[in-house]
């Protein structure tokens, strides 16, 4: 992958046409504050399909073997066309730590519409706080989108810039509606109700 922001174009073979891709990323950090121990956010946290599930336009999570994962994540252009947007992850549990990690070895997936392959890495930090556990909750991600042919000459300064205003706007999206939903959810399970 290329620098985040960049624009680049991929060969072709046979008789069809180059293909651009625009390479964005984001990230962005969240503290949760649960009135509970350590181990039982740990533990929830620790809910790997759960935790993906609750990421807002989430279209479907796979569990694979040794701890990886498939979150598939969906949107619209607004014109019409649906996008999806695919991220393979291994999970690595460490005392205090659990991260999410990319990963490029698992099957292609094949969607309708646009589909384009993703990076996402996260990590939720678990300390002790006056009131209960601290969650500190960094999400970074990386997108490879191919472009619509309509979008082929417009300077790569304008894609930049309406990619770059489009991912912020996206992860902004991501983690207020994540941190709304694990709040949600994790309520309930205190209560003994099953996840959303």
């Not at 304008?158 to 309520?187: P, R, V």
């Amino acid at each position: 992958m290329t620098a985040p922001g960049s624009v680049r174009y991929l060969g072709s073979t046979g008789h069809s046409t180059n293909t651009r891709i625009l390479d964005l990323s984001g990230s962005a950090t969240h503290y949760f504050q649960f009135a509970t121990a350590t181990d039982a956010a740990y533990s929830y946290f620790a809910d790997i399909p759960t935790i993906l599930r609750l990421l807002p336009d989430t279209l479907d999570v796979k569990t694979y073997a040794n701890d990886m994962y498939r979150l598939i994540v969906g949107a619209s252009d607004h014109h019409g066309h649906s996008m999806t947007a695919v991220f393979d992850m291994q999970v690595v549990c460490e005392e205090g730590r659990i991260l999410l990690l990319p990963i490029n070895t698992m099957p292609a997936y094949t969607g309708r519409g646009i589909t384009f392959p993703g990076e996402l890495q996260a990590e939720a930090i678990f300390k002790p706080g006056r009131k209960g556990t601290v969650v500190e909750y960094n999400l970074d991600v990386i997108l490879s989108i191919p472009l619509p042919r309509a979008l082929f000459f417009m300077p790569q300064t304008m894609l930049q810039n309406m990619g770059e205003h489009a991912m912020s706007f996206k992860i902004t999206h991501m983690i207020s509606g994540f941190a709304q939903a694990i709040e949600k959810d994790f309520a309930r399970r205190l209560r003994g109700q099953p996840s959303l």
